[in-house]
């Protein structure tokens, strides 16, 4: 695993129009974010006609794979370059190559990549087990904030489950369940270990 945080992930056109993210750590807006990559992309090419590859603000580095009129952007706290991103520019035009050349403005065209981001950034897997540090119980559910209420309810049922799994029960997007399911983590009243490349939460 890394030994730097990984805070997000975009891809956007040129222009600045963003066509999919992922935030794993409290981020500003993706427009705003993927704007203003694109508007500095465009001020360096166009004083030094070289493809930005990497900036960094705020705390933040922001590394980037450009072709053409895509950019894929992953955002860390390192100045060493990931990687994965490699091997998600080739995920992604081998599963979108011959939508991007089609594209009106449909973002919702792209969502399913975000198991491959998952995938790839190892964002599902942890290196050893790690167990709760709080009960979660049917008094603490009541301490939950309402949003997370429904799949704090289920891993109480399950006493340990996987996302793919509560992504069915809930029908909600794999992405909704991790973020989710990582909050409780944080809160400390699940534990994670990896099990055959997925990551199983438990009570």
């Known amino acids: 695993m890394p030994e730097y945080k990984t805070f997000a992930f975009y891809i956007y056109v040129r222009g600045g129009t963003c066509l999919f993210s992922i935030d794993f750590s409290p981020m500003p807006q993706s427009a705003l974010i993927t704007a203003m990559l694109s508007a500095m992309q465009a001020f360096i090419n166009e004083i030094s006609g070289d493809q930005a590859k990497k900036l960094s603000t705020g705390g933040f580095v922001f590394h980037m794979e450009s072709m053409k009129e895509i950019s894929l952007v992953i955002a860390t706290s390192s ?3 990931p990687s994965e991103l ?3 520019r080739t995920v992604f035009l081998h599963k979108f190559g011959s939508k991007i050349t089609s594209f009106t403005g449909d973002t919702s065209l792209f969502l399913d990549f975000d198991e491959d981001v998952l ?3 190892k964002m599902n897997t942890v290196d050893e087990r790690i167990e709760p540090k709080n009960k979660l119980n049917a008094y603490s559910l009541l301490q939950i904030r309402p949003e997370l209420q429904a799949i704090a309810k289920e891993a109480v049922l399950k006493k340990q489950t996987r996302v793919s799994e509560l992504s069915k029960i809930l029908d909600r997007s794999h992405l909704i369940v991790q973020m989710q399911l990582e909050e409780l983590f944080d809160m400390g009243v ?4 990896s099990d055959k490349g997925e990551i199983v939460y438990f009570l």
């Open 79 to 81: 100045e060493t370059r």
């Open 86 to 88: 490699t091997e998600l």
């Open 119 to 121: 995938r790839i950034l």
């Open 190 to 193: 699940l534990g994670k270990y």
